[in-house]
């Protein structure tokens, strides 16, 4: 179907476009007079599709236009394109025609303010702060004396020439294990990042130094790499930071366990000079040869002053030995007189001394004596009363009496028995009474106690029988008497 017709009678109809023609010519429209220009506005509803574009709003007070940047190009921003950020985009006006949209393609994006390799910075500086990658207790010390050093930097850099020059100077016999790496322009961070794994891997160092020269904030851009700062941080091996010169700042001396200002500095971070450490060496020994000197010195004057106040020993030997004759034989006389009245002593005890069964014994004697007179007695009182009986019988049977009699009889038979009963328990009183005292004295008999495993101690120096430790002294002769037999013994101490 022809779109242009004719009108009837020969009059021309207007034209009529399609919407796909009337949005293509508005694009080519567009494009033709507005190629490229630079829009600032702030960034709104940012985001990154899977496809690796950039869509966002772009913004001011009064209009917003879609943006779209395509992944060629948003690759190759530096920082991170936030919502509420103030941005300049180059770019060209155009149509999206299945939609008819009004959109800007983007080819370039500049922070406005800071400059955006600045601003990169900044971003991924406080993201690996937040992850604690730059927090001083994950710091490791830098071992002493390392007999290893890494190196990862530029084989043909003037830094590289720098630290060899200072290592060596420093510590002739230190190894040296260089990565060589890029350390500028596309995939340097990634080269530098595996350098740092792979003298991991190998294991010999025991400290790293990772680093440049000088160079723009461009040249340096490789150790502001977000990979470059977490292979630092995972790497088991310390590692020194040497970026560029003294003011120059990267993340990765932030990641680092050291930051030198220098390459040159590094090295002398590094490992200790041999010859400072020598001559400290030097001046430690010194100290102590001193110091041991004057210890020496003060011993000899003091050996010296000792000599002078000792006296010649074999006098004083001769002296002491007739001093020790002397005292030997006054204690042995000592001893012998005492060992005498010791005797004597314990002689007189024992005689007066008797053992428990014999009084026992004697009591029971007593008794038996006691019991006979009793029985002889009531016998003769029993033989009295019968000889009156007989007689009261005599004189009763002279009188005819007889029932009298027979009462006498009967008293007298109850009488005998009554005196016989009586006889009876003042016996077995007496016996109860002498067992009782018999087995008190046989309780508190000395014999009895040393039974039951004690003993009498007698001092031998004066016959007394010791009931205080204070009364003996030191040497003393001692006589123990035990159950069976006597010890003797000398004191070698006393404890009150």
Same mark, same amino acid.
């Given at each position: 179907?022809?779109? $242009? ?73 530096? @920082? ?30 500049? *922070? ?8 990169? @910075? ?28 890494? +190196? ?27 990565? *060589? ?41 490789? @150790? ?19 970026v560029g010169h003294e003011i120059d700042y990267t993340i990765a001396d932030f990641a680092a366990d050291v930051r030198a200002p220098t390459p040159t500095a590094a090295a002398h971070l590094a490992t200790a000079s041999k010859e400072e450490l020598k001559q400290r060496v030097d001046e430690t020994a010194a100290t102590l040869v001193g110091a041991m000197r004057g210890v ?8 010296a002053q000792l000599a002078r106040r000792v006296r010649n020993p074999a006098a004083q030997l001769r002296q002491n030995r007739q001093r020790v004759d002397d005292a030997a034989g006054a204690l042995n006389a000592a001893a012998l007189r005492a060992l005498h009245d010791r005797r004597s002593r314990v002689t007189h005890l024992a005689q007066r001394l008797r053992a428990p ?25 029993? $033989? ?25 009889? #009967? ?8 005196? +016989? ?24 008999? *000395? ?26 002294? +030191? ?5 123990? #008497? ?15």
């Open positions: 179907m022809n779109h $242009q017709g004719e009108l009837e009678f020969g009059v021309r109809k207007p034209r009529a476009l399609s919407v796909s023609q009337l949005v293509r010519m508005v694009r080519e429209s567009l494009e033709s007079n507005l190629d490229q220009c630079w829009v600032v506005g702030e960034v709104s509803n940012a985001r990154l599709a899977p496809s690796g574009h950039l869509y966002l709003t772009l913004k001011d007070a009064r209009s917003a236009i879609a943006v779209v940047m395509f992944r060629s190009a948003s690759e190759r921003l530096r @920082f991170r394109v936030n919502d509420g950020l103030q941005v300049l985009v180059r770019g060209r006006v155009s149509l999206y025609e299945a939609r008819g949209t009004l959109q800007f393609y983007a080819e370039e994006i500049q *922070p406005r303010g800071l400059g955006a390799l600045q601003l990169a @910075f900044e971003q991924l500086k406080q993201k690996l702060a937040a992850e604690g990658l730059f927090d001083v207790a994950r710091k490791r010390p830098v071992p002493f004396l390392p007999r290893t050093v890494g +190196i990862v930097t530029a084989l043909g850099g003037a830094a590289l020439r720098d630290m060899l020059f200072i290592l060596m100077g420093r510590n002739p016999n230190l190894h040296v294990l260089i990565r *060589p790496t890029r350390v500028q322009g596309a995939g340097a961070a990634a080269d530098v990042a595996a350098g740092l794994d792979e003298l991991n891997r190998d294991g010999r160092c025991e400290v790293i130094i990772v680093g440049r020269g000088g160079g723009s904030l461009e040249d340096l851009w490789a @150790f502001n790499e977000e990979i470059v700062a977490r292979a630092i941080r995972r790497s088991a091996i310390p590692v020194i930071s040497a020496v010195a003060a011993y000899r004057k003091d050996v069964l014999d009084v026992a014994r004697e009591l029971r004697n007593r008794a038996a004596r006691a019991a006979l007179h009793l029985a002889h007695r009531l016998s003769a009182m029993v $033989q009295a009363r019968r000889v009156q009986t007989a007689r009261a019988a005599v004189n009763l049977g002279r009188s005819s009496l007889p029932q009298r009699a027979g009462a006498h009889r #009967r008293e007298l038979a109850a009488h005998t028995e009554h005196l +016989i009963g009586r006889m009876h328990r003042a016996v077995e009183m007496r016996r109860h009474r002498l067992a009782q005292l018999a087995a008190r004295l046989d309780s508190l008999s *000395p014999l009895k106690v040393l039974e039951r495993g004690y003993a009498v101690a007698v001092n031998l120096r004066d016959g007394h029988a010791i009931t205080d430790a204070a009364s003996v002294e +030191i040497g003393d002769e001692l006589e123990v #008497r035990v159950n069976r037999g006597r010890i003797r013994a000398v004191t070698s101490a006393r404890q009150t």
